[in-house]
């Protein structure tokens, strides 16, 4: 993707190298972020937060397809938002909905 960023933006080499740096890099600061931020709002149930991180994952799914570098870095962010969230959140709705006896091979499995 990113010689057909550099194509599409017309970025120098330089300007290729910091975009591509930062459009990688968002994600994971977006994804700790997120990690770390969820459980305030595990309040409101995790089946609830599940759906909330769905919609976020579209909406930053969705403004990675405009062609503006600054939609694409905020998209970028917001879907790391929600998989930071997902890593939290998935395990312990597994973690709750399984037996008791199966809590182990599936706790692992995620």
Partial sequence: MQDDFTVIFNWDNDQASFYSSLITSICSFGSAIGA???GAFTKFGKKNC???CNF???VGAGLTL???VPCII???FIFGLA???FSVLVPGFIN???PT???GPVGTIT
């Fill in 101 to 103: 006896e199966l809590k």
């Fill in 36 to 38: 770390i931020c969820i």
């Fill in 56 to 58: 976020m994952v579209f």
């Fill in 96 to 98: 709750e909905l399984c």
């Fill in 66 to 68: 405009v062609e503006n």
């Fill in 50 to 52: 599940i759906f909330y």
């Fill in 74 to 76: 905020v998209g970028r």
């Fill in 83 to 85: 998989s930071g969230t």
